[in-house]
């Protein structure tokens, strides 16, 4: 089934312990091989996460009790692509290779799982709407919160 497949992003939402890290390891490769298009294709590749992943969620959820269930790791992809985004323009603006800005990755890694699991603020609030729009948004805003993380950081960085 396509959606068990986008839904647990191949499979990764079901290794254990912590299957949400587990996913955002997994979505790392995946935002690599599609930074390789630019950081246009990248950002509009990270938009289109959003829908398919309330696709996914929705039919994996259908009849299911919890609105939420662990191996449903596609919000995690989402939410560190949406970290990644300042890398992969950083990295076209400067002419290099987007493995070139590792700090980065690694900034935006930590950064979102620090706000995924916290779920501080507007994080917490998308988390309480227990329901599919709510599994996706509360891992966007935890990772336009890492984004922008990412970015003072790398301001920081070059100064």
Partial sequence: MIARLVGTVFGA???RPGPGTWG???ALPLAWIFMQGGALF?????AFVLPLGVWA???MTDGH????PS???IDELLGLWIALIPIAWGAQNAGVAVERLWPG???????????DIWKVGPVGWADRRNDVWGVMLDDAIAGVMAAVGVM?????AHL
């Fill in 24 to 26: 955002t390891l997994a």
């Fill in 57 to 59: 969620t929705r039919k």
């Fill in 42 to 46: 990248f950002t509009v590749a990270t």
């Fill in 71 to 73: 191996e449903i790791v």
């Fill in 152 to 156: 003072i950081l790398a301001a920081l």
């Fill in 13 to 15: 939402g079901y290794l």
């Fill in 65 to 68: 009790p919890e609105h939420d």
């Fill in 105 to 115: 990755w690694l900034a935006a890694f930590v950064l979102f799982r620090l706000f």
